[in-house]
């Protein structure tokens, strides 16, 4: 954090007094005095524009009861140095419930940016102590084959924004990587188009320079929605389903090997920048944890519920940003059922079937992003390609296999194969369960599918089942 602050303010490591836990989200410590004022105007402003004041959100429109485009706006939220107390800081750091923005955190060097303004007393400053406008005007946009750029995988902005330590401020910048996500892959393409798959209409394009990395100092508002796609030389192509929140590319592609942009034959979305609770954790949980006899309402085994994201988080098994200190996770990792050495006991307890790798990777990324409380809906629907191996099969695993597996399968059902799957899609009870119809119980219980995943089941279905 001290190296941050540094790279943030451009600041002599003197002036640095710091107490902060790293993985912690707020900055309780940090003495505000001793930095160079922030300014309003150049700093903070464009963090509420690119994050909040967006569309049915907190625009013009009002959409959210509140309107976060203006110094106006943004200070009825704010309680002037005290940022702990200020309504906007506490919703931006709230890794519990309701966190803002909803769909990721903002990066740590603008909760920082914001903690560090409500503290020097959130002034409406057009001019600042540490105003580099005059070096504004440098133009650095990456290029075919250049290979001046360094720090490959880094977040660019922690330098390159105002007040860091570089003069050229990165509007846009990141690193694209092969399909081993381990090497750069110079020489590609990124485009920021106004919908999905490349759809509407192209609003910026930044060539990839011989070092795998791309930047730009040319203004691109995010706040608009877009949606990045990285073309390659061989004709690779992938896509963002959702728009992130603003061009600190590498903040969510960082330096950990899983979340790295990358290319690889074949037409597919980027991996999300964020696991999304709703659509990802809570079905693993309902479907292995939150089970008669274990951690559901009814037996809190050991005094847990998992089926609720408030209930999980309150049982404490949890560690938000510490997946290896959560017990959930040193759980569903154990090699011993019960351990007779202080460890923990593995789960889900036998005969269940363990976590599949799958799975035990989902829980994994959601703790280290901080387990917050997201849905990414998943807007449009892709019904281009659905086959059972790449969309079937994995919902049926996260949301079915834990209850309808091992020596004793709920309902006497086992969905441990396609040939089990097949089974009930042909006499029909697979949609009739996912569609709660007539005669039928829903299923999973409690927690229906989403309108997208029903739908992708009832194609799979009517296109014949196929093991494709």
Avoid at 20 to 27: F, T
Avoid at 268 to 294: K, Q, T, W
Avoid at 310 to 327: R, W
Wanted: net charge negative.
């Amino acid at each position: 954090m001290k190296k941050l602050l540094e790279l943030i303010l451009g600041i002599s490591p003197t002036l640095i007094i710091l107490i902060l836990i790293i993985n912690s989200c707020k900055h309780d410590n940090i003495e505000p005095g001793k930095y160079p004022a922030i300014c309003f105007t150049k700093q903070i402003l464009p963090i509420f524009t690119s994050n909040c004041a967006r569309p049915d959100c907190h625009d013009q429109t009002g959409a959210a009861g509140l309107v976060l485009d203006s110094y106006e706006g943004i200070i009825t939220g704010i309680k002037k140095g005290d940022a702990n107390g200020s309504s906007i800081y506490k919703a931006i750091t709230n890794v519990w419930d309701n966190m803002m923005p909803p769909d990721r955190p903002l990066p740590q060097e603008l909760r920082t940016l914001l903690y560090l303004w409500i503290e020097q007393g959130a002034e409406n400053d057009t001019t600042c102590v540490n105003d580099t406008s005059t070096t504004n005007g440098i133009v650095s946009i990456s290029s075919y084959g250049a290979m001046d750029s360094h720090n490959v995988g880094q977040n660019c902005r922690l330098c390159h924004i105002n007040g860091g330590t570089n003069q050229a401020w990165y509007v846009v910048a990141g690193t694209v990587y092969d399909s081993t996500l381990l090497n750069p892959y110079p020489n590609a393409i990124v485009r920021l188009f106004t919908q999905p798959d490349g759809q509407g209409a192209l609003v910026a394009e930044i060539q990839v320079d011989g070092k795998g990395n791309f930047y730009s100092t040319e203004t691109v508002n995010f706040a608009q929605g877009l949606f990045p796609t990285v073309n390659g030389i061989n004709g690779e192509y992938k896509f963002m389903t959702q728009s992130p929140p603003d061009g600190a590319c590498n903040s969510c592609h960082n330096d950990t090997v899983q979340t790295h942009i990358f290319l690889q034959s074949g037409d597919a979305p980027l991996p999300n920048d964020s696991i999304c609770y709703l659509r990802d954790v809570h079905p693993v949980l309902i479907s292995n944890c939150a089970i008669s006899g274990c951690h559901d309402n009814t037996t809190h085994a050991s005094g847990y519920y998992f089926n609720s994201y408030i209930k999980t988080m309150a049982s404490q098994t949890v560690d938000p940003f510490n997946p290896s200190g959560s017990l959930m996770y040193q759980s569903i990792i154990a090699t011993e059922g019960k351990n007779m050495h202080g460890g923990p006991d593995k789960m889900p307890p036998a005969p269940k079937n363990p976590l599949s790798q799958d799975q035990i990777d989902i829980i994994f990324q959601w703790i280290n992003e901080g387990a917050i409380n997201m849905d990414c809906s998943e807007q449009p629907c892709d019904l281009s390609n659905v086959t059972y191996s790449g969309v079937v099969g994995p919902i049926i695993q996260n949301n079915c296999k834990g209850c309808h597996s091992g020596t004793n399968p709920s309902g006497n059902l086992r969905l441990e194969s396609y040939s089990d799957v097949k089974t009930i899609a042909n006499n029909g009870k697979l949609i009739g369960v996912i569609n709660a119809q007539t005669g039928y119980t829903q299923m999973p219980p409690g927690t229906p599918l989403n309108s997208c995943r029903k739908d992708q089941i009832t194609l799979w279905v009517n296109n014949g089942g196929n093991n494709n």
